[in-house]
């Protein structure tokens, strides 16, 4: 089946660092890959996609890049905010199959 | 434009208890489903629907029902609470589509004693 693997965390870094989160998965065919945000008391809402190989998603200064030939999609910030705290979900979702198969989440807290 | 609207966003139990947990939306979506959210495990699916009429079991379906009379709404219902079923519960909904965006609700935090 498919699957979504994702940076273990938590995350902390301090404002203005360099921020990665890993995300790989595992599927038949070639998905549609989602990055979703959770803040604190709120639901998810979507960060960023990209629907093909080698598309850049990119929202809010935060970048991913669909890998097809590592099967990843890594989430990238140049320089965190406070304000970037929250829990980071990757997803895929297939044409024609409307199920989101998540990843476990990474949560990130910048501090001052 | 409300989008996904959940209620109650919280809620306490007693075992064996039952419940609806309520989802509107107010963006014509054809597609809605109900995911559980446990620390470490990410959100899993529960039950989802392609349409009014038709509804589908998702990974973890056992001990809720589902049904879609309408576009707008779909009702996800505990027929006999468990404490396994403390959780945080959200609705979302989308077009058809593999690559359009999901939109959540704020979420349900289920406690069941």
């Known amino acids: 089946g498919n699957s979504v693997t994702q940076m273990e965390g938590p995350v902390t870094l301090s404002e203005e660092a360099f921020l990665t989160i890993n995300c790989t998965y595992t599927?038949?065919?070639?998905?549609?890959l989602f990055w979703y945000v959770q803040y604190p008391g709120e639901g998810l809402q979507l960060l960023l996609k990209?629907?093909?190989?080698?598309d850049k998603g990119s929202n809010k200064g935060f970048e991913a890049t669909y890998r097809k030939e590592t099967t990843s999609f890594h989430l990238e910030k140049g320089s965190v905010q406070v304000s970037d705290s929250a829990v980071y979900f990757c997803a895929l979702r297939f044409v024609g199959n409307e199920k989101l198969t998540f990843g476990t989440g990474t949560r990130l807290t910048i501090i001052p | 434009n409300a989008g996904v609207t959940q209620t109650p966003k919280f809620q306490v139990l007693k075992t064996g208890q039952s419940m609806t947990l309520q989802c509107a939306q107010d963006?014509?979506?054809?597609?809605m489903s109900w995911y559980r959210q446990d620390p470490g495990m990410g959100l899993r699916l529960i039950h989802y629907?392609?349409?009014?009429?038709?509804?589908d079991q998702g990974e973890v379906p056992n001990g809720y029902n589902v049904s879609r009379s309408t576009t707008e709404d779909f009702p996800l219902r505990l027929l006999s609470a468990a404490p396994s079923q403390t959780s945080v519960y959200f609705c979302?909904?989308?077009?058809?589509?593999?690559?359009?965006?999901?939109?959540f609700g704020q979420g349900t935090r289920l406690t069941v004693v």
């Open positions: 979302a909904s989308s077009l058809q589509g593999g690559n359009t965006e999901a939109f």
């Open positions: 990209a629907t093909k190989a080698d």
């Open positions: 963006m014509n979506h054809e597609y």
């Open positions: 599927a038949t065919g070639y998905p549609s």
């Open positions: 629907s392609v349409g009014a009429g038709i509804t």
